[in-house]
């Protein structure tokens, strides 16, 4: 494998998500459990992938039907991300005048979610990834995550880090993404080292760290 272009930092790069949920919690309810088709809302926010001193984000669905995951997002200013995604004021509005069919698109599906759910941020995660693709099969990826970490306050994305690990400092995940099929020399690799898939969210296992999910 080649490691991914945007890795130029110390071979990784730093990854910040805020995660946004009901006040029934159902994104975190529907993860734990186990709702075959189910859709979570996400700022996603790169910090080391500033080329300019205006800063950028992705406005995230990232949505999981039985064991397919896809995402859909549009690319929009940090600073306008939270108005972005809440809809009706004239920074959506004048954002969404100048957007693409598909980003508009996209922009309807965020809107309806956060309406439709009365969606409110819930917490950031933030780790480290290592990407990288493989030489032969443009679809496959592996990703390892590492210093993975959780807040549920100060939920602005300007600021790193965490207070609680959602794995242990001395673990990384792990990430096979593909599309079709997973390479065979991969599988072989797996298997000699006798790797067991886990499923984890970051999310769900970081809302649990903070105990932020119960029901008051």
Known sequence: MRLDSHATNNYDYEVRSLY?????????LEKKDGIAIRRKLRIRYYPDFSRSDEKFAFIEIKKKINENVAKSRVYVPLENALKILKGNNNKAKAFYDEASAQDKNTLKEIWFLYKRYNLKPACIVTYKRQPFLSKFEKTCRITFDTNV?????NLDLNFGGG????VPAGICIMEIKFNNYIPNWAIKI????????????KFANGLEKTRTYALV
Request: overall charge positive; hydrophobic content about 35%.
């Open 149 to 153: 970490m959780v807040r549920n306050y």
């Open 190 to 201: 797996l298997q000699k080292n006798n790797c067991l898939q886990y499923k984890i969210s």
């Open 20 to 28: 946004f949920d009901s006040n029934f919690h159902h994104s975190f």
């Open 163 to 166: 207070s609680k690990f959602i």
